[in-house]
């Protein structure tokens, strides 16, 4: 691809099976080449690894569609196995407007999730009672990270497996799992 563009760059790309990433980008080696400001090309090679993050999956789905609000709540889910020091993995509860009520991990609050969690707290209060709210659990498996193979600039690279459902707080409608 060739682009021309100035600032952040992000190529990010949903599939529905493993077998439709694949095709797109199938595990091995891509040469990014890009031309900062001036005449000085420059080319980063990326390795994508086969392995990629498991999929995230909530245990107990039904405490999650009568959540109380006003008590801590634990959600729970399966175990990111495989993941190594460098690997990531957050949970997200937005509002029925796209507003962030939780994250995790939190450097604001502090909150951390170490890879290795399995479960969070969800203090009381930090949801409404009788709302909807989308959340989401994902894993990422980091292929490339750097500060300094650039000048100015850092690079990241990443394979992400997401689940996404909803929480309903006590007075709110059941959804499908």
Do not use: H
Request: proline content about 9%; some cysteine.
């Amino acid at each position: 691809r060739d682009l021309s563009l100035f600032g952040p760059f992000q190529l990010f790309e949903v599939f529905e099976t493993q077998a439709e990433m694949d095709e797109a980008f199938p595990s091995g080696s891509y040469l990014l080449s890009f031309t900062q400001a001036g005449p000085i090309q420059r080319q980063i090679t990326l390795t994508i690894p086969p392995a990629v993050p498991p999929i995230p999956k909530v245990t107990g789905f039904a405490t999650t569609q009568a959540w109380s609000a006003s008590q801590d709540g634990t959600l729970r889910w399966n175990g990111f196995t495989g993941a190594a020091a460098d690997d990531y993995q957050s949970v997200y509860i937005a509002d029925a407007e796209g507003n962030m009520v939780f994250q995790a991990p939190d450097p604001c609050v502090p909150r951390e999730l170490p890879v290795s969690a399995t479960s969070i707290v969800i203090p009381a209060n930090t949801l409404q009672a009788g709302q909807t709210y989308d959340a989401q659990i994902l894993y990422s498996k980091q292929f490339y990270f750097s500060t300094n193979a650039v000048p100015e600039m850092a690079g990241f690279g990443s394979q992400n497996r997401t689940t996404r459902f909803t929480l309903v707080t006590t007075g709110g409608n059941p959804a499908v799992p």
